[in-house]
Structure formats: structure tokens, C-alpha cells
């Protein structure tokens, strides 16, 4: 059976580090344009190759320019669109916004993006709940810090070391002691996959190697 929704569960949840609030027309969440470029990336691959898009000529009316956008993705046979993107590129007191027609176009990919799933949390409203937002705040801190996280046969650094040192210190507990229960020779030898046993071994030294 075809999972209809296999594309909007991998791309539905939305860093908030690449949001800001908006205090205009009853504010609202924007989402980076950059980012939202990035996970299409990495969902279907680099873009002119994995997905693109494709933009229709501007269209002035009054103080507003549109333009169209149509999107297409895995193949560029499958697009769907076009989807209008708006902007003013003349204030009411005549300036001009050179920049209108590239938000146009930011506007139509930020919605044709949606309409795919990326970052329906936002769209759905669900960024108007703190709760929501703290706990996909944390959901992505961890994610990111097990992505950044060194390799656990990897040896510790300097500073986790010293760490180490500092604990064993305040607690006057021999290093010697330490690695007899870990079965190294010196900290030297320590690797981050060790350091969950080096916890556990602060926490009651009295304990014996396995």
C-alpha cells in the first residue's frame, strides 16, 4: 500500500532556531527561506537535479508584483503549481522595493514547499502552542548534538580529560583506580564510549571491574 503521507512525516516538524515571529496582519511564524531550501535538499537531493522550480513572468497590478511558480521534484516531469507568489514593490509613499520580485518568488516556494508537508507544524498552527514549541525545541537541540557528537572509539580531548582529572581530584579518588576498573592504562586511553563507566564509577568507586 502507498504511504500518501511518506514525504510529510519526514518533513513536517520545524526547527524553531529558523523561525521568527512576524507582529504584522495579526501576526505569524516565518520560516527561513534558506532552511526550507535545505530540507528539500535533503529530502529529494541538490536542487536542478533532485527538485526544482520554475518562475512564470512577473505580473504588476498597482503597487503589487506576482509571480508565478511552479515546482517540481524526483522528476521534472513531476510538478505541480503554478502557485502565485505576491509582494509590494511600492510603498504607499512611492518607494521601490527592488527586492519585491525575489520575495514574490520566496512567497510561492514557501507555500508549494507546504503544500508537500515542510514545516506543516507552522502552517497548522502549531507553533501558536509554547508547549509545542518547547518540546520540538529540545527534539532538534538532541538530534543535533548526537549528530555532532564524536564517534564512541574515538579517544577524549584535552578538556574532557581534564574533566575527568577535576572529578577524580575533588573527590580524592586515584586515576590508577579508575582505569584498573575500565581496563586502561592511563586516561590517555580513555574514549568517549567510556565515559557513561567513568559516571558510573564517580558515582560509587567502590565497584569492581566485571
Known amino acids: 500500500m502507498t504511504d500518501n503521507l511518506r514525504i510529510w512525516r519526514k518533513v513536517e516538524k520545524t526547527?524553531?532556531?529558523?523561525?521568527?515571529?512576524?507582529?504584522?496582519?495579526?501576526?505569524?511564524?516565518?520560516?527561513?527561506?534558506?532552511?526550507?531550501?535545505?530540507?528539500?535538499?535533503?529530502?529529494?537531493?541538490?536542487?536542478?537535479?533532485?527538485?526544482?522550480?520554475?518562475?512564470?513572468?512577473?505580473?504588476?497590478?498597482?503597487?503589487?508584483?506576482?509571480?508565478?511558480?511552479?515546482?517540481?521534484?524526483?522528476?521534472?516531469?513531476?510538478?505541480f503549481g503554478p502557485m502565485i507568489g505576491c509582494d509590494e514593490w511600492k510603498s504607499d509613499k512611492g518607494r521601490i522595493d527592488s527586492d519585491a520580485p525575489k520575495k514574490a518568488v520566496t512567497d510561492a516556494l514557501t507555500k508549494l514547499l507546504s503544500q508537500l508537508g515542510f514545516n506543516a507544524d507552522v502552517f497548522l498552527g502549531r507553533f501558536d502552542d509554547s508547549k509545542y514549541v518547547e518540546a520540538v525545541t529540545r527534539e532538534f537541540a538532541e538530534a543535533e548534538r548526537a549528530a555532532n557528537a564524536p564517534p564512541p572509539d574515538a579517544k577524549i580531548?584535552?578538556?574532557?580529560?581534564?574533566?575527568?582529572?577535576?572529578?577524580?581530584?575533588?573527590?580524592?579518588?586515584?586515576?590508577?583506580?579508575?582505569?584498573?576498573?575500565?581496563?586502561?592504562?592511563?586516561?590517555?586511553?580513555?574514549?568517549?564510549?567510556?565515559?557513561?563507566?567513568?559516571?558510573?564509577?564517580?558515582?560509587?568507586p567502590q565497584q569492581k571491574a566485571a
Request: contains cysteine; hydrophobic residues 35%.
Open 15 to 79: 526547527n524553531p532556531a529558523h523561525t521568527k515571529k512576524v507582529n504584522q496582519r495579526g501576526g505569524f511564524t516565518s520560516i527561513c527561506a534558506n532552511y526550507q531550501i535545505l530540507a528539500a535538499t535533503e529530502q529529494f537531493g541538490p536542487i536542478g537535479i533532485g527538485w526544482g522550480y520554475t518562475t512564470g513572468h512577473p505580473i504588476i497590478c498597482d503597487t503589487l508584483v506576482m509571480v508565478p511558480v511552479t515546482l517540481w521534484h524526483g522528476s521534472r516531469d513531476n510538478t
Open 157 to 204: 580531548n584535552d578538556k574532557t580529560r581534564d574533566w575527568i582529572t577535576d572529578k577524580l581530584t575533588e573527590r580524592q579518588l586515584s586515576a590508577i583506580d579508575l582505569c584498573g576498573f575500565l581496563g586502561v592504562t592511563s586516561l590517555k586511553d580513555l574514549t568517549y564510549g567510556n565515559i557513561d563507566a567513568v559516571k558510573e564509577w564517580l558515582a560509587n
